[in-house]
């Protein structure tokens, strides 16, 4: 059973700073990895895709993988309000179907 | 343009009816999964029609029966559901391409079960 760990937070940083958002998952095949934001009562959006250990940049985000310690995380740069959501680590089990492993989602609160 | 529809966006029923949930994408994709989303949990995996086979989650009940009527359009045909079956259900598909797929959701149906 693979599994994607996250803490809950909620993370609160200032407006301007830096969010980092980590998760560590249990399967060690695992290839593929994402990260999705969901605003409340909204459904999850697709921010960053990563595959290959290092970091992966677009925009504000930046996405690191490394599979030898069996991490993921990103960091979102000058944050925002509107960043303000449930963000949700997920891999993708290739032994079902490539279905969607999530972690419990890490709660950010951007502070004006 | 990676749109998936869902309808309708909300659903109130009682557990006696019958309804279908319908998702549709035109973006060619090979696989379309159905999610189940309860209150600040993350989505769990019902169903996943890939190249038009069927893997289930066994642990979800009979009364939820999926559909896949061509490669565009996937149904949840619900019957006698529980209240606690209400929860957000999330439609997602993807390109079905081994390794590297990349799901893109729904906005979504919001059920609730009376």
């Known amino acids: 059973q693979k599994e994607v760990e996250q803490n809950s937070g909620p993370l609160s940083v200032p407006e301007g700073a830096i969010a980092s958002l980590n998760c560590t998952y249990s399967?060690?095949?695992?290839?593929?990895f994402f990260w999705y934001r969901q605003y409340s009562g909204k459904s999850p959006e697709l921010i960053m895709s990563?595959?290959?250990?290092g970091d992966k940049e677009d925009g504000r985000f930046t996405a690191q993988l490394n599979k030898a310690s069996q991490y993921v995380s990103l960091l979102i740069r000058d944050s925002q309000p509107s960043d303000s959501a449930t963000y949700l680590c997920?891999?993708?089990?290739?032994?079902?179907?490539?279905?969607?492993?999530f972690g419990a989602g890490t709660i950010l609160r951007v502070k004006s | 343009d990676t749109e998936v529809t869902q309808t309708p966006k909300h659903l109130v029923m009682g557990m006696t009816n019958k309804k279908s949930l319908k998702c549709e994408q035109h973006?060619?994709?090979?696989?379309m999964y159905w999610y189940k989303q309860k209150a600040k949990k993350p989505p769990e995996l019902m169903f996943v029609?890939?190249?038009?086979?069927?893997?289930i989650n066994e642990s979800v009940p009979s009364r939820f029966s999926p559909e896949c009527p061509n490669s565009s359009l996937l149904n949840l045909h619900l019957h006698a559901l529980q209240p606690e079956d209400s929860a957000l259900y999330l439609c997602?598909?993807?390109?079905?391409?081994?390794?590297?797929?990349?799901?893109?959701f729904g906005p979504g149906t919001r059920l609730t079960v009376l």
């Open positions: 997602a598909s993807s390109p079905g391409s081994r390794g590297t797929d990349t799901q893109y």
């Open positions: 399967d060690r095949v695992s290839q593929s």
């Open positions: 990563i595959y290959s250990n």
């Open positions: 997920a891999l993708s089990d290739m032994e079902y179907g490539n279905k969607l492993v």
């Open positions: 973006m060619g994709h090979r696989a």
């Open positions: 029609y890939s190249y038009e086979k069927l893997s």
